[in-house]
């Protein structure tokens, strides 16, 4: 599974962007999906999960209401819709699969610029 972040932007504080997360291979609807980001000087955090039925999501206290996210297997895409942005949700987004049945996350995708201005 190869995957492929997109959507990222400059923002103005309180609007919305929309990530994708475009899958390669057939194998997709059997992966959990995940968002992480990283700001400028910090550790890499978890923002969100879908499982791979898309019936069970996690966020993370700090998107919580504010972040939704989805996937839609029949086009092998994971999203991330981002509304009430604030100058802290400034990060390099990264998505990645991790498989139901094992530890750790076995593909990343290469990561988007998100950038909120205040």
């Known amino acids: 599974v190869q995957l492929q972040a997109s959507g990222g932007g400059l923002v103005q504080a309180g609007g919305s962007l929309r990530l994708s997360c475009a899958a390669s291979?057939?194998?997709?609807?059997?992966?959990?999906m995940n968002w992480f980001r990283r700001a400028p000087g910090k550790e890499r955090e978890f923002v969100a999960r879908?499982?791979?039925?898309?019936?069970?999501?996690v966020y993370a206290d700090s998107v919580k209401g504010r972040f939704t996210i989805s996937r839609d297997n029949a086009k092998n895409t994971a999203y991330l819709q981002m509304n009430s942005l604030k100058p802290e949700d400034t990060a390099v987004y990264y998505c990645?699969?991790?498989?139901?049945?094992?530890?750790?996350?076995?593909?990343w995708g290469q990561g988007t610029q998100v950038t909120v201005s205040s």
């Open positions: 990645a699969a991790s498989h139901p049945l094992s530890t750790g996350y076995a593909y």
């Open positions: 291979g057939r194998t997709f609807s059997t992966y959990n």
């Open positions: 879908i499982r791979w039925s898309g019936d069970s999501t």
